[in-house]
């Protein structure tokens, strides 16, 4: 299968100058791609462990988030999206909305509007639903969701696998789409049952 063909139902497609920025000239199979990416993935964790502690709620944060997540597969890591998808908002859109979240974020925070697993949730679905990025949203906004978990109410990560791996379609994802649709729809509950709460 090309790395294009994104398989699982929820995924975002790249555009044909989006798979253009792949870094990594040989890759043609999703497998490949899957494993460069993980790679990455696991050392841009490695990064948020050790920096030093700033400001998280930030379009620079979530941007800085996305290119060490990201950045040695994809040449637009870190960079918004220009071209309209299936999920998500307007591209130009993109950068008002994400500071109204993480301005609404930080409120949250501040006042302990909800309880911190139902604020991460909110957060994260308020996230994909813009989807900053070409490609990357889900991953990078369950990260940024645990890293607002930590942070700002030191509270543990969701654990948003249970066992399974999102990247491809089983019970646990379909799960994850279904409440995320049904956010969209204004009903919590299902995404709230998801993160544990
Ligand atoms: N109906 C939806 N509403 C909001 N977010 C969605 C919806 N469907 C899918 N998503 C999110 O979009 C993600 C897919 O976007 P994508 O940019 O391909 O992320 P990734 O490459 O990390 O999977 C899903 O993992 C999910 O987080
Ligand atoms: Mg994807």
């Given at each position: 299968m090309s790395p294009d063909a994104d398989g699982a139902a929820g995924a975002t497609?790249?555009?044909?100058?989006e798979r253009n920025g792949l870094k990594h000239r040989h890759i043609t199979t999703r497998g490949e791609l899957d494993q460069l990416e993980q790679a990455n993935i696991a050392g841009g964790l490695a990064w948020l462990a050790r920096r030093r502690k700033t400001d998280i709620l930030t379009?620079?944060?979530?941007?800085?988030?996305?290119?060490?997540?990201?950045?040695?597969?994809w040449r637009w890591a870190g960079t918004f999206r220009l071209t309209e998808k299936n999920?998500?908002?307007?591209?130009?859109d993109i950068p008002v909305q994400l500071r109204m979240?993480?301005?609404?974020?930080?409120y949250w925070a501040e006042h302990r509007s909800f309880a911190p697993l139902e604020a991460a949730a909110?957060?994260?679905?308020?996230?994909?639903?813009?989807?900053?990025?070409?490609n990357g949203n889900g991953r990078?906004?369950?990260?940024?969701?645990?890293?607002?978990?930590?942070?700002?109410?030191?509270?543990g990560p969701v654990d948003w696998t249970a066992?399974?791996?999102?990247?491809?379609?089983?019970?646990?994802?379909?799960?994850?789409?279904?409440?995320l649709r049904a956010a969209d729809a204004g009903d919590f509950e299902p995404l709230l049952a998801f993160v544990g709460l």
């Open positions: 497609p790249l555009d044909p100058d379009e620079a944060f979530m941007r800085e988030l996305h290119r060490r997540l990201f950045g040695d597969v999920i998500g908002i307007d591209p130009l979240l993480l301005g609404d974020a930080r909110r957060f994260h679905h308020r996230l994909v639903q813009i989807h900053p990025f070409p990078h906004a369950r990260i940024a969701a645990d890293v607002y978990l930590e942070e700002c109410f030191g509270h066992g399974y791996s999102l990247q491809s379609m089983n019970e646990r994802r379909a799960q994850y789409i279904d409440a």
